[in-house]
């Protein structure tokens, strides 16, 4: 198993005396990209808050690899349309970036050909990209994605998954990812969470699509939107880990 990243355990929080979190559990190692699903008011963002250290939580414990550089992609970006604001400026308002540093990571998300236009003038799809870019600007060991591919449209979604996974393979970081997209997204992850204020299910995808808490969450059509295509030659078990099978021992009645 990679380095621990995080590790959230028995999170409870609450608003205005509504439970928000009842005992939750979280963690991301190194070089792993989990992906946190759930209805709207299944406390994920909260969740999310607490990752980031925004939220203390109620009770439970919140650990975090000493050190630990994160870079964050929120949900969405509003900014004033008469504010005179370029995506280089933007992206300058990281610490210690030149226009080099941000060429560079525009580069790395495939998104360079915008770096002197308006912030608001990009598309969903290449501001998405610039706010990846963004997160990628503090080198992060984990990479926390708030509805990456909000606004972006179906074959804008499946490239900007794959892109994620290479980005992955590139900086050996873990990532964390909040998202509805049941359709891509089970096959753009090695673990999946399942939120309903408490973690109804967990584990690799292909268990967790059979699982009847995330039918149950989700409805019957879920688990054909939720086919997470994976060609191998091994075994899972209950917690997604690779069987390691045993070797054939040939005996007296063996047939081959």
Request: charged letters at 20%.
């Amino acid at each position: 198993m990679n380095e621990a990243l995080i590790r959230l355990d028995d999170i409870h929080v609450r608003f205005a005396n509504q439970a928000v979190l009842e005992g939750a559990q979280l963690q991301v190692h190194r070089g792993e990209i989990v992906t946190l699903i759930g209805p709207n008011g299944a406390g994920k963002t909260t969740l999310v808050r607490a990752v980031l250290g925004l939220l203390k939580p109620d009770s439970g414990t919140v650990w975090r690899k000493p050190k630990l550089r994160v870079g964050y992609m929120p949900q969405k970006l509003n900014v004033d349309p008469t504010l005179p604001l370029s995506v280089l400026r933007f992206l300058r308002l990281v610490p210690g970036v030149d226009r080099a540093a941000a060429l560079a990571a525009l580069k790395e998300v495939g998104a360079e050909h915008v770096i002197d236009s308006p912030l608001q003038s990009v598309s969903g799809g290449e501001m998405q990209r610039v706010m990846l870019a963004r997160a990628l600007l503090r080198e992060p060991e984990l990479l926390v994605l708030d509805e990456p591919v909000q606004g972006v449209d179906v074959a804008g979604q499946a490239e900007l998954y794959r892109l994620i996974g290479r980005l992955r393979e590139r900086y050996g970081c873990g990532v964390l990812m909040v998202s509805h997209d049941l359709h891509l997204v089970m096959s753009a992850t090695d673990q999946v969470v399942c939120l309903n204020r408490h973690v109804c299910c967990s584990g690799h995808p292909e268990q967790v699509s059979a699982d009847p808490a995330f039918v149950e969450l989700f409805g019957q059509d879920a688990r054909s939107l939720a086919v997470y295509h994976h060609q191998h030659d091994h075994s899972h078990d209950l917690h997604g880990s690779v069987v390691t099978a045993k070797p054939h021992i040939h005996g007296p009645n063996c047939k081959h």
